[in-house]
């Protein structure tokens, strides 16, 4: 049974460490879902494996004419469509096989919530989420792995408690009127720090300009 306070992990680490294909497409993955490392997408795929599984072993039993098999069967097809990760009519075990691992992710709070307009970034999502900025239907969650299911997607909001759900709150600017403050500096190619010592240059050239327009004064014999 083991120590529960020592669980067995719930995901499988790759079997060859230094592959660099592998590598490089879950760095991409971990960038684009703004996961916080690795064993997040280990996770999301050891669910999908069990799913498939489950799935294979299903098909093997109900071509056996198996009652108990269909009935699993069904319940699965539903479980999974709550979950938004099927749709809620038609879906078959084959479904389940084709499911990747990006259709976990989707489903994942730190996903929606950006995905909502209520963050900007993966990254401010999830430093949303654990600061118990983000809630479920009124019910705070600091969870940004939760999969939310289809019935809870509508529900995400910010919570009532936090300064973030006044809508005047500096972060509540959306991407658009960032995008438009930090238009002109990159249409112009240049940061604040390079305008002011172009600024400066200017000043220091116009008072040598100055200095030498002044008559020289006569030496003294």
Same mark, same amino acid.
């Given at each position: 049974?083991?120590?529960?306070?020592?669980?067995?992990?719930?995901? &499988?680490? $790759? +079997? #060859?460490?230094?592959?660099?294909?592998?590598?490089?497409?879950?760095?991409?993955?971990?960038?684009?879902?703004?996961?916080?490392?690795?064993?997040?997408?280990?996770?999301?795929?050891?669910?999908?494996?069990? @799913?498939?599984?489950?799935?294979?072993?299903?098909?093997?039993?109900?071509?056996?004419? &198996?009652?108990?098999?269909?009935?699993?069967?069904?319940?699965?097809?539903?479980?999974?469509?709550?979950? %938004?990760? @099927?749709?809620?009519?038609?879906?078959? @075990?084959?479904?389940?096989?084709?499911?990747? +691992?990006?259709?976990?992710?989707?489903?994942?709070?730190?996903?929606?919530?950006?995905?909502?307009? @209520?963050?900007?970034?993966?990254?401010?999502?999830?430093?949303?989420?654990?600061?118990? #900025?983000?809630? !479920?239907?009124?019910?705070?969650?600091? !969870?940004? %792995?939760?999969?939310?299911?289809?019935?809870?997607?509508?529900?995400?909001?910010?919570?009532?408690?936090?300064?973030? +759900?006044?809508?005047? #709150?500096?972060?509540?600017?959306? $991407?658009?009127?960032?995008?438009?403050?930090?238009?002109?500096?990159?249409?112009?190619?240049?940061?604040?720090?390079?305008?002011?010592?172009?600024?400066? !240059?200017?000043?220091?050239?116009? &008072?040598?300009?100055?200095?030498?327009?002044?008559?020289?004064?006569?030496?003294?014999?």
């Amino acid at each position: 049974m083991g120590d529960p306070k020592f669980p067995r992990r719930s995901y &499988d680490a $790759p +079997s #060859h460490p230094w592959r660099g294909e592998r590598i490089k497409s879950e760095t991409e993955t971990c960038k684009l879902y703004g996961l916080k490392n690795k064993r997040e997408l280990w996770k999301a795929q050891a669910a999908l494996r069990n @799913l498939r599984t489950q799935s294979k072993n299903l098909q093997a039993r109900v071509r056996l004419n &198996d009652e108990q098999a269909e009935l699993e069967s069904d319940l699965l097809l539903k479980k999974l469509a709550r979950m %938004g990760l @099927l749709p809620m009519d038609g879906s078959t @075990l084959d479904d389940v096989l084709g499911l990747s +691992s990006e259709a976990l992710l989707n489903r994942r709070l730190q996903t929606l919530v950006q995905r909502k307009g @209520l963050a900007t970034t993966p990254k401010q999502a999830r430093q949303f989420i654990v600061h118990g #900025h983000v809630s !479920i239907d009124g019910r705070k969650v600091t !969870i940004p %792995g939760y999969l939310v299911k289809r019935s809870e997607e509508e529900k995400i909001a910010f919570n009532a408690h936090s300064p973030i +759900s006044n809508e005047l #709150h500096p972060l509540r600017a959306g $991407p658009k009127q960032e995008a438009r403050a930090e238009a002109p500096v990159a249409r112009e190619g240049r940061t604040p720090n390079a305008e002011r010592v172009e600024k400066e !240059i200017k000043q220091v050239e116009g &008072d040598e300009t100055e200095s030498a327009d002044l008559p020289e004064r006569p030496q003294e014999e």
